[in-house]
């Protein structure tokens, strides 16, 4: 079994495995903000949708260009101007605070996401090319686990710094202040919000200078020429690539409609805001409690935080898993996993901690399917794999169309039962783990009969 990471590759690798973490903070910050702006601009789930649309529609208004940039330059410069345009959407939160406009922040998101978008690009296939072909998709899940570390950070900075800074006062209690004490308040309240994302924004700032510093490898930056017409043809023919690419889109729909919601459907369950909280006075000293679950969005970013940390311990897992199971078949498993739990979902609606454990559930098992459904659909596309990642990136524009779908089911029919959306996404990414397995036996029993 060849490594997993070679000695010669690891502080490029780790180097690189950082920027999964840093955008798993932009990723899950961003989510927090539906709650936010909820509360402070008084809006619909279809209106806070936005902020997914807009971070999202991003991911793959950027992809491709990244693509093609990296394929021109190299995987080094892909990451510089990902980290440039990443910081430069945190500082343009300041201007948007100023003139307290929704619109501005969407285009504060909008550019952050766009740098987001050149990371991902750019990183997933550097990090496949850093060793061998046969440990690649196990070398990806290391690097993806980071990820919802990131996850966890951004979540605990919108629940200390964002969430924990809201005021209490509801939509109808806003109706009847006065402009100038709503005004004061919604400042208050947004400067927190620009504070978190500027204080990140220094941090990426120090990571850019790092990465300018530092000497990284080639990996597959050997081939500058754009071919893209016959990229596309070679790449539409691979049903494994272009169903991945399917896979993919479904996939991240489900994973940010469930998310997304996850503090909103808490927030309506009364009895689980209550035990939730003398669970988090159990745990912690009362300060922290009066600090973190005073209110329903902290409480629901509570258990969000609890269903990330239970999605980062299931990432190592699975990845162990993987020296043992093929990750086609382990996808198969975490789907049906999955559909399990999101009917538990929809049914159970009113039945507290029931509501809960299957909450918690999803998470567990989509821990493996991005990165899982990544490598499969990248393996052995050679040359091509630049162009087909930013295919596969493009695809995280399910977030941007798949959550307002669940956001008007959610004002129309009920937060419960708009969890149907995610549902049915998780039938798809069944049938490409399904379809990859059957591909994959039909191919060993090829090879046996050789």
């Keep these: 079994m060849a490594k997993v990471v070679e000695k010669k590759y690891i502080f490029p690798f ?37 902020i997914q649309f807009a971070f999202y529609g991003s991911y793959f208004c950027f992809a491709l260009p990244a693509a093609l940039y990296i394929k021109k330059f190299s995987y080094k410069s892909g990451v510089i101007l990902g980290l440039i345009l990443y910081a430069a959407g945190a500082m343009l939160f300041y201007p948007a605070s100023r003139m307290a406009s929704y619109g501005f922040y969407l285009v504060a998101i909008y550019i952050l996401a766009g740098g987001c978008s050149i990371l991902e690009t750019t990183a997933n296939p550097y990090i496949l090319s850093m060793g061998s072909q046969e440990t690649a998709t196990r070398r990806l899940n290391i690097a993806q686990a980071f990820n919802p570390m990131g996850s966890i950070t951004g979540i605990m900075l919108s629940m200390f710094f964002i969430l924990g800074e809201l005021s209490s006062a509801s ?37 850019l200078v790092c ?11 050997t081939d500058h ?55 988090c006075h159990n745990i912690f000293s009362e300060n922290i409690f009066g600090y973190v679950a005073s209110t329903a969005e902290q409480t629901g970013a509570s258990l969000y935080l609890f269903s990330i940390i239970c999605f980062t311990i299931a990432r190592f ?24 739990c999101t009917i538990f979902v929809v049914l159970t609606g009113g039945s507290g901690w029931l509501l809960v454990a299957f909450l918690i559930g999803i998470s567990f098992f989509m821990s493996l399917m991005f990165p899982t459904i990544y490598g499969i659909a990248l393996d052995g596309l050679g040359d091509d794999a630049k162009i087909g990642a930013s295919g ?29 959306v995610p549902l049915i996404c998780f039938v798809f990414v069944l049938a490409y783990a399904v379809y990859i397995v059957k591909v994959e036996n039909k191919t060993m029993f090829a090879h046996t009969e050789k």
Excluded at 327 to 335: G, H, Y
Excluded at 395 to 419: E, F, H, K, M, R
């Design 211 to 221: 990465m300018l510093l530092s000497k990284m490898p080639k990996g597959g930056d």
């Design 225 to 279: 020429s754009i071919r893209l017409k016959s990229t596309f043809k070679r790449l539409i023919a691979n049903k494994k690539y272009s169903y991945g690419v399917l896979a993919q889109f479904f996939y991240v729909g489900a994973q940010i409609g469930v998310w997304s919601f996850t503090i909103r459907i808490v927030m309506q369950e009364t009895n689980v805001i209550q035990d939730i909280q003398a669970l």
């Design 317 to 340: 897992v699975f990845t162990w898993l993987m020296k043992y199971i093929r990750p086609s078949k382990l996808l198969a498993v975490a789907a049906v996993a999955d559909i399990v």
């Design 14 to 50: 780790i180097l690189i495995t950082s920027l999964f973490l840093l955008w798993g903070i932009a990723n899950n910050m961003t989510d927090t903000l539906l709650a936010a702006f909820k509360r402070i601009m008084s809006m619909t789930d279809a209106q806070t949708s936005l």
């Design 171 to 207: 939509a109808d209690d806003r109706a009847t202040m006065s402009e100038e004490k709503l005004q004061t308040m919604q400042a208050h309240e947004l400067s927190a919000v620009t504070g978190t994302y500027m204080a990140v924004g220094f941090v990426l700032i120090a990571v």
């Design 392 to 420: 596969l990136i493009m695809a995280i524009l399910g977030g941007a169309v798949i959550t307002p779908l669940q956001g008007i089911i959610s004002d129309g029919y009920g937060i419960n039962i708009a969890y149907i």
